[in-house]
């Protein structure tokens, strides 16, 4: 199996308390990691053709004091570099240096667009320190013409929930996209997970995890783990200078802990028994994420009578039925249930492409993210889709946008556009 993406845990301690995470209660040393060992980690992934280094697991990256270097490192040996933070330290002299460190994507995990909401979920965290934070990144990068793709990952919660419009509202002008996902990770019986979790997952079914499919995490001790939230080392595969990283990911504990979970032998991994990353969300919850991905994209405006006809006449064809007169997302949520089902990778392509044909410009690139997301879900590669993607959006700085949200090489696919 190709080994895609390594998470690198630089820095383990956090400077918040957040309700959903473990780290509070995690009983490994808190430490930062030695540059050597993360040069050495580096050099592995150049050596393995990994695409991607994520700087983050459990822990805030940006309080480690080499942080900036350490993108710099990764970019320098040409790999994408990707860091997740809570927002808290993102300041003016740390902004302008991850940008000019040339950071791939930048990820803010943020809940709320006011103060008692952000300061319920994020114990320790400011709305207004991130909000300022986040809009002088969204400046700098503006200004400054920096390709940096920005992020908003969001959790759906009970507490969350009804305040989404006012976030999207707040939030969206400052980055390129929001992620919405819901409650996840260890710990999904205890009483924050009971009280704020939308989905049913209860009655859901438990599915494995989709943490070894393409992605290894590397621990600040220096351990090859399976799992990025692996507050305790319990998933370890290898270590680094015993082993490289595409050995481990191949090897045969990564495969044990493949083969329990294909079998939905939780029971035998305790962490991943409490773990909600194993709990298929009931439909209910799928539904509500997707209807809020709807809404931020706005696929549902601005649709003239004409498109919304043509659109029932190609879901004809493919012998998808729509709502006679539906002004909603209902017509493209009927498609996305489609290949739920039906699921073969050209068939998916086959109704991208559709799907991108029909749309409005405007409308595309948020189409074509759920594509991907869909695309994904079946094991379809992005590199495939993207290819086909790029066969009917003709503007460059779409193109360029999709791919770096998807993590998507135009080069190698073959695509030369004008904004790279
Ligand atoms: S979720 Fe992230 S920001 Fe919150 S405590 Fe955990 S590591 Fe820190
Ligand atoms: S199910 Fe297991 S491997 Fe997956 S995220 Fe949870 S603890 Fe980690």
Redo the contacts with the bound molecule.
């Keep these: 199996m190709k080994l895609e993406a390594v998470a690198i845990e630089t820095n383990n301690a956090c400077n918040l308390h957040c309700e959903m995470c473990g780290n509070s209660g995690m009983r490994r040393k808190r430490q930062f990691m030695e540059m050597e060992l993360f040069r050495t980690i580096v050099d592995d992934a150049v050596r393995c053709g990994v695409g991607n280094i994520h700087l983050h697991t459990i822990g805030e990256p940006l309080l480690h004091p080499h942080c900036c270097e350490m993108v710099r490192y990764v970019r320098s040996r040409g790999i994408r570099c990707w860091l997740a933070t809570n927002g808290m330290l993102l300041e003016d002299r740390t902004s302008r240096a991850l940008l000019e460190s040339d950071l791939s994507a930048l990820r803010v995990s943020v809940e709320g667009s006011e103060q008692a909401v952000t300061g319920k979920v994020r114990r320790g965290a400011s709305f207004e320190t991130i909000f300022s934070n986040l809009h002088r990144f969204s400046e700098l990068r503006r200004t400054g013409n920096y390709r940096t793709h920005v992020g908003i990952n969001t959790i759906v919660m009970k507490e969350t929930l009804p305040d989404m419009d006012k976030f999207v509202g707040t939030w969206g002008p400052l980055c390129n996209g929001i992620e919405f996902s819901l409650l996840?990770?260890?710990g999904h019986d205890n009483e924050f997970y009971r009280e704020q979790q939308i989905a049913d997952c209860v009655s859901g079914q438990r599915r494995p995890?989709?943490?070894?499919l393409h992605k290894l995490a590397v621990t600040v001790e220096g351990c090859i783990t399976?799992?990025?939230?692996?507050f305790e080392n319990?998933?370890i595969v290898g270590h680094i200078g015993d082993v490289s990283l595409s050995a481990a990911f191949n090897g045969r504990a990564m495969n044990r802990?493949r083969h329990l979970?294909n079998q939905r032998r939780?029971t035998e991994?305790p962490?991943?028994d409490?773990?909600?990353?194993?709990w298929r969300p009931s439909m209910a919850g799928d539904e509500l994420l997707e209807g809020l991905r709807f809404r931020y994209y706005g696929l549902h405006k601005g649709k003239t009578p004409a498109q919304l006809e043509s659109l029932r006449r190609r879901g004809e064809e493919l012998g998808v039925r729509f709502e006679a007169g539906s002004a909603t997302a209902t017509e493209l949520h009927e498609l996305f249930q489609l290949l739920r089902i039906l699921g073969e990778p050209e068939t998916v392509l086959r109704l991208i492409a559709l799907m991108l044909k029909i749309l409005p410009m405007d409308e595309r690139l948020g189409c074509a993210a759920l594509c991907v997301h869909q695309g994904d879900a079946f094991r379809t590669t992005r590199e495939a889709i993207f290819r086909r993607m790029a066969t009917v959006i003709n503007d460059p700085v779409t193109l360029l946008d999709i791919a770096f949200r998807f993590d998507v090489d135009v080069n190698a696919v073959g695509i030369k556009t004008e904004a790279q």
């Design positions: 996840s990770g260890q995890c989709d943490m070894f399976a799992c990025c939230i692996d319990d998933f802990l979970h939780f991994l962490c991943c409490k773990c909600a990353a194993t």
